[in-house]
């Protein structure tokens, strides 16, 4: 086997039934072509679902390679511009439901599936790989594939990309290939063991990843990818509001410095981009600036959830939240098992008024991981929004007290209202922690939608300035395009207030990112 780049395919002349089978999982309405150029012509003609590569050496030692082997896989083919591939997170999570390989093809919405097992060799080991049909299980190819100079990292590189180039020769293709990454860290298996755990977006999940990330950069402290992983770990903390320190604006800063790092280091890393990019979106960085960082992303990884999940946001900026609606969906086509994208969809989905499509989101987000707060009070201002406040007050929204202060009130129980926002003010006044895991943030984030709800567009702006002082993400900009804010949202000092705070954020995130 040639050990080779990738090579350039020529452009493959194909018959029209050809095109009609291919796979265009979405297109979005192009009213900015500036904005919304990476995502128009994002058309799949193949979708695979790669299996973790099981390790057969009877060498326990080397299921960390294993792992990378999968792992290389699935990264490769991902840079590849016509094919579909889910997310890991998913395929993991699937799996562990002992699901039929029919059964796991559907749910992914793949074609093929990619089975791989690892032998050891006299001098090194050998990657036997299977691609079978998704529905029927008929096996479209086999394959064997060894690296006889020892069982290192190395090995995963190699053998990872001739596989790839051979399962690439066997597509009608019509455009190029893109050359896959040449470098492994020894740091892997622990940034193999973050990625997992950040897929959770738990307060423990995120915890456990930061740890994973850490030690992983302990054992190389250049390895790019480990610090987008810490930057993801940091945005994350602040979009779903967990304790992470007492300054917001202190770990949207640690955030950017590590994305900053990760390019530097990698300049061609996906990852990079992506962290910077969901850190400057949620700080409202200036459009272009987080335009061209969803840019590189797609050109480098086209078929990474991460990627789209974030980009996603570029529209919702750019008042396109159609167009981020249907990224949101391809996203989740991508890594239908992650809360998250479930969460972003149900988020997009409340702007646009699709509360039944909200509440059904946010349902499923709180299936996957029932530690996720943030699914609840989606899902309780989605049944507010619809006329079913009952529901949303008989739900336990944990920290997100205010939320149902607003359901009371709209049932009439003003009195029981009243006293829940009195106790938010009060404990927020006297400067105390209300809660071990989610910051102050939440509360005062609530506490603007309950003033605004009632149409008072004074108070709702202090809080709203409140929570944009504690944090970058302050009030979600999806809540204030929301029916939530229908009362106050056209105030003109209210919208000049908010545009105002907003204005300063990215410069403050920026002033906490230098050493």
């Known amino acids: 086997m040639s050990h080779s780049p990738f090579r350039l395919r020529r452009v493959i002349a194909v018959a029209p039934v050809v095109l009609v089978a291919a796979l265009a999982v979405w297109q979005p309405w192009r009213t ?24 057969r050496t009877g060498d326990a030692e080397l299921q960390h390679l294993a792992s990378a082997i999968t792992e290389e896989i699935v990264g490769r083919l991902k840079r590849v511009s016509f094919i579909k591939v889910s997310d890991p997170y998913s395929v993991q999570t699937l799996l562990a439901r002992q699901l039929t390989a029919r059964q796991l093809a559907d749910s992914l919405g793949v074609e093929k599936l990619v089975f791989g097992s690892l032998y050891r060799t006299t001098d090194g080991v050998r990657l036997n ?11 479209r190819s086999t394959g064997q594939y060894e690296w006889n100079a020892g069982s290192g990292f190395e090995a995963a590189l190699h053998l990872a990309q001739d596989f790839v180039e051979e399962y690439l020769d066997r597509i009608v293709v019509v455009v190029p290939a893109r050359t896959a990454p040449v470098a492994h860290s020894p740091g892997h ?14 307060a423990e999940g995120l915890e456990r990843a930061r740890t994973a990330f850490a030690e992983a ?55 990079g981009y992506t962290a910077r990019g969901y850190l400057a979106s ?15 992303a797609i050109d480098l990884e086209p078929s990474a959830a991460d990627v789209l999940s974030w980009c996603a946001r570029v529209l919702t900026r750019q008042g396109e939240i159609d167009a981020a609606f249907r990224v949101a969906e391809g996203a989740i086509a991508l890594d239908p098992q992650n809360a998250g994208r479930r969460l972003a969809l149900a988020y997009d989905a409340l702007a646009l008024g699709l ?18 707060m943030l699914a609840r009070a989606i899902e309780a201002r989605a049944h507010l929004l619809t006329g ?22 709209e049932l009439g129980r003003e009195d029981e209202a009243s006293a829940i926002v009195d106790s938010l003010v009060a404990a ?41 002082e504690l944090s970058p993400s302050g009030v979600e900009p999806r809540v204030i395009e929301s029916a939530l804010f229908e009362r106050v949202r056209e105030d003109p000092r209210f919208r000049r207030e908010v545009a105002r705070v907003r204005a300063v954020i990215w410069d403050r995130v920026r002033a906490q990112s230098v050493p």
């Open 217 to 271: 950069l302990l054992i190389d402290s250049a390895y790019a990818e480990a610090y987008a992983g810490l930057s993801n770990v940091y945005a994350l903390s602040l979009a779903y509001r967990y304790r992470d320190g007492d300054d917001g604006y202190r770990t949207a800063g640690l955030a950017l410095a590590m994305a900053n790092r990760a390019i530097e280091l990698d300049p061609d890393l996906a990852s």
């Open 189 to 202: 298996e622990s940034y193999l063991i973050g990625r997992a755990w950040l897929g959770r977006r738990t």
């Open 282 to 296: 949620r700080s409202f960085a200036p459009v272009s600036e987080v335009a061209s960082d969803c840019r590189r």
């Open 355 to 372: 509360y039944d499509r909200s509440v059904r989101e946010a349902h499923l987000a709180g299936q996957l991981e029932p530690g996720l």
């Open 129 to 139: 790989v299977r691609v079978t049909e998704g529905r029927s299980g008929d096996v």
């Open 32 to 55: 900015d072509p500036d904005i919304l150029a990476p995502f128009a012509n994002l058309v799949f003609h193949d979708s695979v679902a790669v299996l973790p590569v099981e390790n």
């Open 428 to 468: 927020l006044a006297a400067g105390g922690s209300l809660d071990s895991i989610f910051t102050e943030v939440i509360p005062a984030e609530d506490l603007a939608t309950y003033y605004a709800w009632v149409g008072d567009a004074e108070k709702s702006l202090e809080w709203v300035q409140r929570a944009y």
């Open 388 to 409: 079913q406040a009952d529901r949303c007050a008989a739900m336990d929204l944990g920290p997100h007290a205010g939320i149902r202060a607003m359901c009371l009130h």
